[in-house]
Nanobody, 128 residues
Framework: QVQLVESGGGLVQAGESLSLTCTSS????????VDWYRQAPGKPRELIAT???????NYTDSVKGRFTISRDDAKKTAYLQLSRLAPEDTAVYYC??????????????????????WGQGTQVTVSS
């Protein structure tokens, strides 16, 4: 079973920076986009950044210019650099990837089966 493991969250003051890491246990990490989501208390989970398999990045407006997403396929790792943090950035941050697998729960899929993989989340808290 493919897993994504995040790390790097913590408590910082407004204006400071953090770097989040997401490492995959899968063998096809390099073939698919990686997304970072966040979920603040009482709010739905929102997509904030995506990096394609070719390295093209996209951001939601609220983080554009402050957050940077990247990936190192040799390490099967994606990164999210958070800068100029504000209290409204406080949330649990999740990485996510939709991957195509041939085997799932003991069944072989000759044309592949898409599998949604989420990390366990890492808490980012920004104090004012």
């Amino acid at each position: 079973q493919v897993q994504l493991v995040e790390s790097g969250g913590g408590l910082v003051q407004a204006g400071e920076s953090l770097s989040l890491t997401c490492t995959s246990s899968g063998g096809t990490f390099d073939l698919f986009p990686v997304d970072w989501y966040r979920q603040a208390p009482g709010k739905p989970r929102e997509l904030i950044a995506t990096v394609s398999s070719s390295g093209t990045s996209n951001y939601t407006d609220s983080v554009k210019g402050r957050f940077t997403i990247s990936r190192d396929d040799a390490k099967k790792t994606a990164y999210l650099q958070l800068s100029r943090l504000a209290p409204e950035d406080t949330a649990v941050y999740y990485c996510h990837q939709d991957i195509l697998v041939s085997y799932y729960k003991g069944t072989y899929y000759p044309e592949g089966r898409y599998l949604t993989v989420w990390g366990q989340g890492t808490q980012v808290t920004v104090s004012s």
